[in-house]
């Protein structure tokens, strides 16, 4: 599964000035007080067996008893508010409940991974499986494959059945099938297609949630918001962003998601003077803020990513670049 090494603050700031010209159209409301919004396709996506695609502020909803099947393709639906859940490619998942926060989706082929915002998960939230069921207890970030069998814990705890057995994995093991099911260590920093993929989406997720973040302010959320937060829309990217209700959530790759307050404070408390070099005098604060800046390129300024198409790539096989690894761990990861 993909880490970020480098911090993401700077890359956010940036693209959150070169974003802040959409404001007046941020507040534009998708309401939705289910789970099951699809926030995000590539590649051949279908929603009982027809075709379906996120584009621009269009999001296909679906609905108790649901079915979305990925084929050369990939997909991220949206949850309670801070849960997603993406589809690798030849996946199909099935919506059994779609109530907030008690949703229940089931693992019918391929592999998922889980991502969970909130800080407090609701006991009744659970995928199925062939095989049993798993609750996630904590925020963090789970994979789930169903041939051959598998639950990994890159980050949190969960709840899993298996047959007429029940049990407990932490962060760093895994549940799987060899001759008897066996909760075992795994590597966190191996990466495959769907684990870089879904590095990605976080990443592009994350660059949204400042612009989305300051305008929030204006009016209700653009999805059910809860006790952690909600989901709102940045028509720029064409997709939901969640939105802690306080303080910023720093996800499992090493991205962070800011608050109302707590992005507002970032881009605009004032900054302290540097020295006067002539001895006159100095320190105090600059009435502006200091923000980092970045040369244009051909395609726009560099560091950020063309408005509408946040995750695409060449064909649904390829897998986007993953992000720069660099001296340190910001990921976020404590081992």
Same mark, same amino acid.
Not at 147 to 162: C, K, L
Not at 206 to 211: E, H, R, T
Not at 250 to 255: A, D, I, N, T, V
């Given at each position: 599964m993909m880490k970020a090494e480098a911090p993401m603050r700077p890359l956010s700031v940036l693209f959150c000035l070169a974003a802040l010209g959409t404001?007046?159209?941020?507040?534009?409301?998708?309401?939705?007080?289910?789970?099951?919004?699809?926030?995000y396709t590539e590649g051949?996506?279908?929603l009982n067996g027809q075709s379906a695609e996120a584009r621009g502020t269009r999001f296909p909803q679906m609905k108790a008893g649901d079915t979305l099947q990925t084929l050369q393709g990939r997909a991220e639906v949206l949850?309670?508010?801070?849960?997603?859940?993406?589809?690798?490619?030849?996946?199909?998942?099935?919506?059994?409940?779609?109530?907030?926060?008690?949703?229940?989706?089931?693992?019918?082929?391929?592999?998922?991974?889980?991502?969970?915002a909130r800080s407090e998960q609701d006991a009744r939230a659970t995928i199925r499986w062939k095989h049993g069921s798993i609750t996630p207890l904590k925020r963090g970030v789970y994979r789930i494959d169903v041939?051959?069998?598998?639950?990994?814990?890159?980050?949190?705890?969960?709840?899993?059945?298996?047959g007429d057995q029940t049990f407990l994995a932490g962060k760093g093991r895994m549940l799987s099938f060899g001759q008897a099911w066996e909760v075992q260590r795994f590597d966190r920093d191996a990466d495959d297609s769907l684990g870089l993929w879904s590095a990605r989406r976080a990443q592009y997720l994350?660059?949204?949630?400042?612009?989305a973040a300051l305008s929030s302010f204006r009016g209700s959320p653009s999805l059910l918001g809860g006790a952690a937060g909600y989901w709102y829309l940045n028509?720029?990217?064409?997709?939901? =962003?969640?939105?802690?209700? +306080? #303080? *910023?959530?720093?996800?499992?790759?090493?991205?962070?998601?800011?608050?109302?307050?707590?992005?507002?404070?970032?881009?605009?408390t004032p900054q302290p003077r540097p020295p006067r070099m002539d001895g006159g005098g100095?320190?105090?604060?600059?009435?502006?803020?200091?923000?980092?800046?970045?040369?244009? =390129?051909?395609?726009?300024? +560099? #560091? *950020?990513?063309?408005?509408?198409s946040p995750a695409s790539t060449t064909s649904a096989g390829s897998t986007s670049a993953p992000v720069s690894r660099q001296s340190g761990d910001a990921s976020g990861r404590t081992r």
């Open positions: 404001a007046t159209v941020l507040g534009q409301d998708v309401i939705s007080a289910r789970a099951g919004l699809v926030n051949r996506v279908l949850l309670d508010p801070g849960t997603f859940v993406r589809l690798g490619e030849e996946s199909m998942l099935h919506l059994v409940s779609d109530s907030i926060p008690a949703w229940e989706i089931e693992a019918v082929q391929g592999s998922f991974v889980l991502e969970i041939e051959p069998p598998a639950v990994r814990v890159f980050d949190g705890e969960a709840r899993i059945q298996a994350a660059m949204a949630n400042i612009p028509p720029a990217f064409g997709m939901m =962003t969640f939105v802690p209700v +306080s #303080g *910023t959530y720093r996800s499992f790759y090493g991205f962070e998601f800011y608050s109302y307050r707590t992005a507002y404070d970032m881009l605009y100095g320190g105090g604060f600059s009435p502006a803020p200091n923000y980092p800046t970045s040369q244009p =390129t051909s395609a726009g300024t +560099s #560091g *950020t990513i063309a408005a509408g």
